[in-house]
């Protein structure tokens, strides 16, 4: 194995040699396996062990293992210990969703940290069944039957050629140590009743399922790479970016044959699984939208617009301004007041212009504490250049601002009244005149 092992490292990964290498060790077989071939192919290393306290005594002895490993190996090695259950707990997912999202997250550190150029992991063949079974029976597309990547951005898994089988040999012929966790062998696990219940029968119907296996992902790879191609060229049609957010084209995606499949293809990374709900969309009233756990898809006139759903829901409804400030920080934007003089502009009739970020008001025609607040339904404002007022909802229609544009609006004001739809329009009423004495300059940064 360990020739095969150098043969395909040179062949699919000579790019790690001389790189700072990271491998996550379990103390388990496989992962103890993966390092005794890098140790005697002269690849440098360090171990990384997270100790996720599920199994008390065990866990602790499988963390001093994997500390006498790396000392034998003579590598560096980190250990972190979580509070997986409590984490699991507090963020609504399963025991094995939290680990891999603990352990992932302080491997992720560890690289950013002491720089290292990848991430080695010891997932095998039969993983790759494993994972492709679990996909399959729950539903998937094309994405999830292509199989665990062997090179995924600064994550390498070098041992997927390779069986279960030929893992344990190797071990054993190497006279090599690990530790077992005995919940491998549980099937309350989905995961592991795919192992010890399905696999076994489905390798008596077919001897050769794994190398039958490789071959079926390997052409699916081949199609999905069509695929790839056809939506990267497809998106330049039907996407447009508008800041953060994307626009889907509505008429465009109809136009195409199966926009239920392209929708899927344009979005599964996304995180939806409603897929009939935002096939619906296409044909819904504005206002629709559809939600997956980080974005949201809202159907907006002749667009499907995407945003990302905050972390964070902004609480922040009005804050007051007491009194001419540099810099004032509401909800990730910036408005900078500061007193100017309309002789000393770079061009003298600059402030009788209008500006999206940046507005010139009379500083006599205003009172503190000024206000920033979210718009409201019956809001209206003097639209600078205009005669008369008009309500906010009317403007926004006018200047085909989408529903996402409109929830993000800000107003400045004085008193009841509104000086700037913040990034938008001026107020007519609070324009510099011949007859201004005292002038505000006010800029949004962003």
Known sequence: MLQKFQQHIKKSF???KDKNLLVAVSGGKDSVVLSDLLYKSDFPFSIAHCNFNLRGK???????????LARQYQQKYFVKHFDTAEYASHNNISIQMAARDLRYDWFEKLIQEY???????????????????INFTRGTGLEGLTGIPQINNNKIRPLLLFSREEIENYAKEQNLSWREDRSNAETKYFRNQLRHEVIPVLKQINPNLLNSFLQTIDNLQGSRTIISDRITKIKDEVISTD?????????????LNNPKAYLFELLNTYGFTEW???YDLLSAQSGKQVFSKTHRLLKDRNYLLLSKIPKEIDSLKKIEISEIQKELVINGFTIQIEKTNKYL???????KKDSNHIIFVDEGKIKFPLIVRKWEIGDYFYPFG????????????DEKLSILDKENIWLLCTGNEIIWVINNRLDDRFKIT?????????????
């Open 276 to 278: 009939n709900d935002i």
């Open 345 to 351: 502009l770079k061009n003298e009739n600059s402030y």
């Open 58 to 68: 065990e866990s602790d002895k499988d963390e001093k293992f994997v500390i006498d």
């Open 434 to 446: 011949d007859r201004t004495k005292n002038i505000l300059k006010i800029e949004l940064k962003t």
């Open 14 to 16: 000579s790019f790690l």
């Open 386 to 397: 205009m005669q008369g007022k008009k309500k906010l909802s009317k403007y926004f229609k």
């Open 115 to 133: 720089h290292y150029n990848y991430l080695l992991t010891a997932h095998h063949a039969d993983d790759d069944l494993e994972t492709f079974l």
């Open 243 to 255: 800041g953060k957010n994307s626009k889907f084209k509505i008429q465009n995606l109809k136009s």
